[in-house]
């Protein structure tokens, strides 16, 4: 039953090497009609400019597809839907936010604007940024030019184009965690595109430039040399994108050895970042060519986890990205849009192919073999924490980043009064920082207020799950996967104690196959393949380093606890220090779909 998983070991080009091409632009291919549309755009501006202009309340799909460049998606809600009448329209406006950095009074511009214009909830994503729900398309405008008066931005956090880049969110000012944090935040700068920032301010803030992001001295000096042979696109107005931009969404990941909150393998472009004893950056190992995106009942969609590229020392790191980026620009695949990320890329072609392009046409330094690191644990950063001599941090956990009601009243206080600065995970928690030695036992007292008597210790399997929003906002949702997801944790941690286990599972629930909370790297997931009916993927490790594989195509969730529990007993009895994963691995397939067919055949 195993269906689409690449598996851990297997040699994912072997018989792959010899393919052609997929169609992109450095083979010739004409354009298609979406690929025309965005060059035609005039850089992400139009018919979307037109249409915020218009008294409809929503907009046109033509103009949807550039208002992900913006950070939107128009939504309807499903709930509210009757027959005769229109769709509830309404938008999800995503941030940008580098590492999940969240300035207290961005926290509170957001948290009004959820309250006054969305329907009161504030949500975590699982790339570390704010979303927020129900914003009318005649609000939209006021929305976004006030998140970006308050210094936060809504640009590139959609659309094929590269996204919010991610980093450790703990804000340790010792070791490789400031020199990650600000390689993060960099490259996301690198990347910002040129031309659509332009549309992007004329659109939200009538052109107010004042608002421009601003890179550094030595990230401009690597944007200019987006002109060079190799990374030129060919539109002096946008050097590195082109007017039609990327072939699908684009991700980046930054750690430090050994830190794997990031689930660095799920990404495009995955970098570990070594210093010296002073925290100064040397250089990263590069991983390349993850993703976590797939459909049901398509062999030639998987998900993939990024291997290893080599090591780079740090001098040439923003070359080595932006060519990356520029190599998958024009081979990524511009015909098939389900085939356009860079996973297939590496896939159909492979790493020697990738390595050997990347040097002869756009990269011209020198990619080392990849440095030795420890192994790899993820880490959360539950509760206090010493983040310097004199100030501390404490991680507050959030079961799928959601905020709302009195818990979101009351933390806007502890972090409007305080002026607190927030990191957001990328397991959706929070983390209150800059907390100093005289505020500790103030702040320690607000939070059991909010309820939380002890931020580092949550019930063991909330601590690490995940859950998309799926319904009834997202278009793409085929069943419940966030308002389900406490139901599942308590009737699994229902039976684990029946079962006499005590020992965590790391698991992550979707309501379709796109991956958004990464359940292929999960100990066990369940995937939406049925109204009230899920893949059950199984075999991924706590750490996140392997990818799981799918074991049932449509199990009804009514039978969850008879469906796992023989394999559950397996486990208790035949494990020993194993995680759960990690046995499954041990045991095999054909064990695991033995014990899962018995669990299915118990009435």
């Known amino acids: 039953m195993n269906l689409l998983a690449v598996t851990e070991g297997e040699n994912e080009t072997k018989a792959m090497t010899g393919r052609e091409l997929s169609p992109c632009i450095a083979n ?11 060059t035609d755009s005039k850089h992400l501006r139009e018919p979307l400019a037109t249409e915020l202009e218009n008294p409809s309340d929503h907009f046109t799909n033509d103009a949807v597809q550039l208002l992900k460049f913006h950070g939107s998606y128009q939504q309807d809600d499903r709930e509210n839907r009757k027959k005769g009448q229109e769709k509830d329209w309404q938008m999800m406006l995503r941030l940008r936010s580098p590492g999940g950095y969240i300035p207290a009074p961005l926290f509170v511009a957001l948290d009004d604007l959820s309250d006054h214009f969305g329907n009161g909830t504030l949500r975590a994503t699982t790339r570390q940024a704010f979303q927020m729900h129900g914003i009318r398309k005649e609000k939209l405008r006021e929305v976004i030019g006030t998140i970006i008066k308050a210094m936060g931005s809504t640009l590139a956090a959609c659309g094929d184009i590269n996204r919010n880049v991610m980093a450790p969110a703990a804000p340790f000012q010792e070791g490789g965690y400031p020199a990650a944090r600000k390689l993060a935040n960099d490259i996301a700068d690198l990347l910002t595109p040129s031309a659509a920032q332009d549309s992007y301010l004329e659109l939200w803030v009538d052109g107010d430039l004042k608002y421009k992001i601003n890179p550094n001295q030595k990230v401009n000096k690597a944007r200019e040399k987006q002109i060079n042979k190799g990374l030129f696109s060919g539109d002096i107005n946008e050097p590195l994108y082109g007017s039609s931009y990327l072939p ?59 291997e290893p590229l080599g090591y780079i020392k740090s001098d040439s790191i923003f070359d080595l990205v932006q060519s990356i980026l520029a190599l998958q620009r024009d081979y990524g695949d511009r015909k098939t849009r389900r085939h356009a990320r860079m996973k297939y890329l590496l896939h159909d072609k492979g790493i020697d192919w990738f390595k050997k392009e990347l040097q002869t046409k756009y990269y011209q330094g020198t990619i080392e073999n990849i440095k030795k690191e420890p192994r790899m644990v993820f880490e959360d950063y539950l509760g206090w924490h010493k983040q310097s001599p004199n100030m501390w941090f404490v991680g507050i956990p959030l079961l799928c980043g959601r905020l709302h009601g009195e818990f979101k009243k009351k933390l806007r206080d502890i972090i409007q009064k305080y002026q607190i600065e927030i990191r957001l995970t990328p397991n959706q928690d929070i983390l209150l920082c800059n907390i100093g030695k005289h505020q500790k036992s103030t702040i320690k007292e607000a939070i059991r207020e909010l309820g939380i008597t002890r931020p580092e210790s949550p019930k063991p399997l909330l601590r690490h799950a995940m859950a998309c929003p799926a319904l009834p906002l997202c278009g793409l949702a085929i069943t419940e996967a966030e308002r389900a997801l406490p139901t599942i944790l308590n009737r699994i941690e229902t039976q684990l104690k029946q079962l006499e286990i005590s020992k965590p599972i790391l698991i992550r629930v979707t309501g379709c196959p796109n991956g958004c909370a990464r359940p292929y790297m999960a100990e066990l997931s369940l995937v939406g393949s049925g109204v009230n009916q899920y893949q059950l993927w199984l075999g991924g490790t706590a750490n996140l380093q392997r990818l799981a594989k799918p074991f049932i195509q449509r199990m009804p969730i009514d039978q969850l606890e008879k469906t796992l529990e023989p394999l559950l007993i397996s486990w208790k009895d035949g494990g020993k220090n194993l995680d759960f994963g990690d046995y499954i691995k041990k045991i095999g397939d054909q064990k695991v779909e033995e014990l899962l067919s018995i669990g299915l055949a118990n009435p």
């Open 28 to 38: 010739g291919a004409e354009k298609t009609k979406f690929e025309q549309f965005k």
């Open 248 to 306: 699908r969404k684009f991700k980046c990941a930054v750690t430090v050895p050994g830190d794997n909150s990031v689930d660095l393998l799920t990404h495009d472009i995955g970098l570990v970042a070594f210093t010296n004893i002073k925290g100064k950056l040397e250089g990263c190992n590069v991983y390349i060519g993850g993703g976590m995106g797939r459909n049901h009942n398509n062999d030639e969609t998987f998900a993939r986890k990024a």
